[in-house]
């Protein structure tokens, strides 16, 4: 009886899916356990092997907590809107509905051929109208809300309403124009138009201008994340600065609420370090300076406002308002060049340049201390969205002014000794303070808040607390994406009833951009056009539909609610998110706003969505390169390369086995493209060169799941992912390692079945030796299983297997728990042998076995025995034996004997725990 992985494999998961095995129940008494990956774009290249790692570890551990008792959701869907989709649709001449269809449908054939344990009934897309239904309920609910910073959460707009026709909006500053100001009176009198622009600076979904990463080529805005280097992360587009009206999230309004919630969840630090440092709270003061022969000024905001004194130049972002206002004209064309220039740059590209750039504008601010005339300066490491968007530079207190002053030639004073070397606050005191009575025998520590309270005695300061962290983009000019339930008229966003949900996304043939940059929705005149009113073209980010999807995936039936408190109260926070650290600042964010904005309308009973998250690492894939002699169709062995001038070029991995290229295989690849090439050789080989790269379609270094499920089940595939590594870390795929971890699970079957008399297995008292082994096991895995050790865990497996070969054990009592123990790993040779030995039910329904210790505590251990000093032999002793005890063990040993030659021994030292010696 074989090992028939393909038959059995086959087998069990036409039985699960039939029996529905994996359907999860929201009635039940037992405890939850909700496990979640984070949701995956169905690309059309499908999965290659360093996908499916995060799915494999927390599809085990899923399987792992059902065995302990637990009601368990691991449910599985499509981030199927968004930009990717759309560009490989019009890349492939198809419609992205039909291209994401189709990709959903291989992404879904190769997940079941791995064998997860998904509630497939539970399945969400996020371009499926009853979907997106709610994903657009929830922007309007957002859309109708404004956070009060009074009660620290969101409530409704119309409170807000009836706060300004009874008081104005003196105790609510607005967290949009901070210049807006009314009272009660003033309120009533406005217009609707007036009105409803102050509302939107309030709401938490709102319309406004801002400067945004233009794509011409691909039509739409992207977010900072998807510019590498001045062109799009996908295709490789210029992208340039662009104003454009936008939907925006106000993120900014819950920064405290995001920094204070981490202290309650389990993310890695490094994890709670990335959001920290993105959300950037400091604080500081804003500070007005007058600017010479001009009724302008320029406010910038300090975290260290006690070194004014030391100010030597201002510099402001290149999209600052201020800009063309207060250029010289001798300046104009330099300033016009340089800005345009950042335009081509994202924020993210402008803080990392470590080359230093700028522009004078030929104004100067004034010190409102001294009088002190101060140049003002542009350069791209400021940026419009941190602060005002302008800094007040302090070379001697600040190395980067220190360096942009040197390399401008910016005089400076205030500087203590001849370079910049990291002077503590307390060497530049005098220095910075000098000329200001008012701070006169203040201690360093408290001159910070002197000048605050003199600046706003002045009327020029205030105190100020501010965020790097910006508010959220939430629009996009493209076709496949949500529509807004927004209509537009004179100028006023109306947000649609309720009822008139979904607003479905209409077909159109031809997908291009619509005019003065808007989304291809706008070319669709009849569909636009809406009760005397024009509808919001632009439709939503990618983000919005994975912004609260784990919510949906606990009553995605639900038609009358995104999901009922009864569902969300049961379920809860996820308990374990597994994913990647890419999304620490995007999706993580958002979908905790989002959270948390549902938590404070009542609508959820928690306001962190994920209680854990861990964060896989990467499978990076093994690259093959061969070497083309410059200028020829000549291709050199890698040993052979540096006896000539040559190209390197990736090969698909596919073709080559271990280092040696299948030459013929080559020639034919790519249509021929290389048909004519000729190979110098090492011996009668062709050696590739190998280098370690992320595992990409475009470096021919990627492997198809498929393949190896194939050629060595799934079961082979799974543990074999988790055996390359811990988890959490990246680490080189290497196909050839597969072939040990099939071997062990083929020693595994052999414990259960003999090739020729088939089942072996008997209903034997188990020795203590075989307790020993099962539970000294089992302990291990289950341990290693809970803190997500999978690798060692594969490893206690392959030991316990060898241990009880040596044994010769084929015992039904110790191998039906080990198979237990195993499911999680290999759920389908499980299941087999399961019912083979003769168990009714299903295995994924058993439960995991308890622990016995007393087969744990040790009663004897091995010990070296030497002969006058060297080890020659080992013995197993008791560990309450008496020296007496231990010379006749050791005298009655054969090896021993053999080299005492017959002689009595002088003595025989036994040294507890430690060692024995006979001594001649």
Request: glycine share 8%; charged share 25%; proline share 4%.
């Amino acid at each position: 009886m074989e090992y028939d992985f393909r038959r059995i494999e086959k087998d069990w998961q036409k039985k699960w899916i039939d029996a529905k095995v994996y359907k999860v129940s929201n009635d039940t008494t037992k405890p939850k356990y909700y496990v979640l990956d984070m949701f995956p774009y169905p690309s059309g290249a499908g999965l290659h092997v360093g996908h499916p790692l995060g799915y494999i570890a927390s599809d085990i551990f899923s399987r792992y907590k059902r065995l302990k008792g637990y009601n368990v959701l691991h449910p599985m869907g499509y981030d199927a809107f968004g930009l990717p989709a759309e560009q490989y649709a019009i890349e492939h001449g198809i419609h992205p509905a039909v291209s994401t269809d189709q990709n959903i449908k291989n992404f879904r054939s190769q997940l079941d051929n791995i064998g997860f344990c998904y509630d497939w009934d539970r399945e969400v897309k996020t371009s499926d109208p009853n979907y997106y239904k709610w994903t657009q309920w929830i922007f309007l609910q957002l859309f109708k809300s404004w956070y009060n910073r009074k009660t620290q959460k969101a409530e409704s707009i119309d409170g807000l309403i009836k706060v300004f026709e009874t008081e104005g909006n003196g105790n609510h500053v607005c967290p949009g124009d901070k210049t807006i100001s009314f009272s009660a009176e003033e309120w009533k009198s406005f217009d609707e138009k007036r009105r409803e622009d102050i509302l939107m600076e309030y709401r938490l979904s709102f319309c406004g201008y801002g400067e945004v990463n233009w794509c011409e080529a691909l039509g739409t805005v992207l977010a900072n994340d998807e510019v590498v280097n001045g062109v799009s992360e996908r295709g490789g587009y210029p992208v340039v600065k662009k104003k454009l009206r936008q939907w925006y999230l106000r993120i900014t309004e819950y920064a405290d609420r995001l920094l204070t919630g981490l202290d309650k969840i389990e993310f890695s630090e490094a994890m709670k370090e990335m959001q920290t440092n993105w959300i950037g709270k400091s604080y500081g003061a804003e500070i007005k300076f007058d600017i010479s022969a001009s009724s302008e000024s320029l406010v910038v905001y300090t975290t260290r406002p006690d070194t004014i004194f030391g100010v030597d130049f201002m510099v402001i972002a290149p999209e600052h308002d201020l800009i063309e206002k207060i250029t010289s004209a001798d300046q104009k064309q330099a300033v016009e060049e340089y800005v345009t220039y950042v335009k081509s740059r994202s924020d993210r590209e402008r803080q990392a340049e470590k080359k230093i750039t700028g522009a004078f504008t030929g104004a100067y601010a004034v010190n409102p201390f001294n009088g002190k005339q101060i140049p003002i300066w542009i350069s791209e490491y400021v940026l419009i969205g941190y602060g005002t968007g302008a800094i007040m530079a302090v070379p001697c207190g600040d190395e980067r002014d220190f360096k942009f002053a040197q390399h401008f030639n910016i005089p400076i004073t205030n500087i203590i000794g001849s370079h910049f070397d990291g002077l503590e606050a307390n060497a530049t005191k005098d220095a910075l303070l000098e000329n200001s009575d008012f701070l006169n025998g203040v201690k360093m520590r408290d001159a910070m808040d002197v000048v605050i309270t003199k600046l706003e005695e002045m009327g020029i300061g205030k105190r100020q607390t501010n965020y790097r962290m910006r508010d959220a983009a939430f629009s996009r000019q493209r076709y496949w994406g949500e529509p807004f339930p927004i209509v537009w008229k004179d100028g006023i966003a109306h947000p649609l009833p309720e009822s008139e949900l979904p607003v479905l996304l209409p077909e159109m043939d031809k997908i291009k951009n619509g005019p003065e940059g808007e989304g291809p929705l706008a070319n669709l005149t009849e569909w636009k056009s809406y009760n005397g009113g024009i509808r919001e073209v632009n439709t939503m980010p990618g983000y919005a539909g994975s912004s609260w999807y784990f919510l949906r995936y606990m009553d995605p039936e639900n038609n009358q609610e995104f999901c009922s408190r009864k569902a969300s109260d049961y379920w809860g926070q996820v308990d374990l998110y597994i994913g990647g650290t890419e999304h620490a600042v995007g999706h993580l964010l958002y979908s905790r706003m989002w959270t948390k904005v549902l938590f404070d309308l009542g609508l959820i009973g928690h306001e962190e969505p994920y209680k854990k998250l861990v964060n896989q690492g990467m499978i990076q894939g093994s690259s093959r390169f061969v070497y083309r002699v410059h200028g020829t169709s000549k291709f050199v062995s890698h040993g052979l390369k540096e006896q000539y001038s040559v190209d390197a070029i990736h090969v698909d991995v596919n073709f080559v086995d271990g280092l040696e290229l299948d030459t013929e295989a080559f020639k034919e690849w790519k249509n021929g493209e290389f048909g004519d090439a000729e190979f110098i050789l090492e011996g009668d080989k062709y050696i590739c060169g190998v280098e370690v790269e992320k595992m990409s379609k475009s470096k021919f270094n990627t492997v198809n799941p498929d393949y190896l499920v194939d050629k060595y089940g799934a079961d082979t595939f799974r543990m074999y992912e988790m055996f390359l590594g811990p988890v959490e870390m990246s680490k080189p795929w290497d196909t050839k390692g597969i072939e040990g971890v099939h071997r062990f699970l083929r020693k595994f079957w052999r414990l259960f079945a003999d090739e020729d008399k088939g089942l072996i297995v008997t209903n034997d008292t188990p020795t203590d030796a075989e307790w020993k082994v099962l539970y000294k096991a089992a302990k291990k895995i289950e341990e290693d299983t809970e803190k997500f050790s999978f690798n060692t865990a594969v490893s206690t497996f392959m030991i316990a297997v060898n241990e009880l070969g040596d044994l010769k054990c084929h015992k039904k009592a110790i191998l039906e728990k080990l198979l237990i123990a195993l499911t999680p790993y290999a759920p389908h040779i499980a299941e087999e042998l399961w019912h083979m030995i003769g168990n009714e039910g299903y295995i994924l329904d058993a439960a995991y076995p308890p622990i016995e210790n007393k087969y744990l505590v040790e009663t004897a251990k091995a010990y070296p025995v030497a002969i006058n000093g060297k080890t020659r032999t080992e013995l197993t002793i008791a560990l309450d034996a008496t020296q007496q005890q231990v010379e006749e063990m050791v005298m009655a040993d054969d090896i021993v004997k053999k080299w005492l030659e017959g002689k009595a021994p002088k003595k025989v030292i036994y040294v507890k725990n430690k060692m024995i010696n006979v001594v001649m």
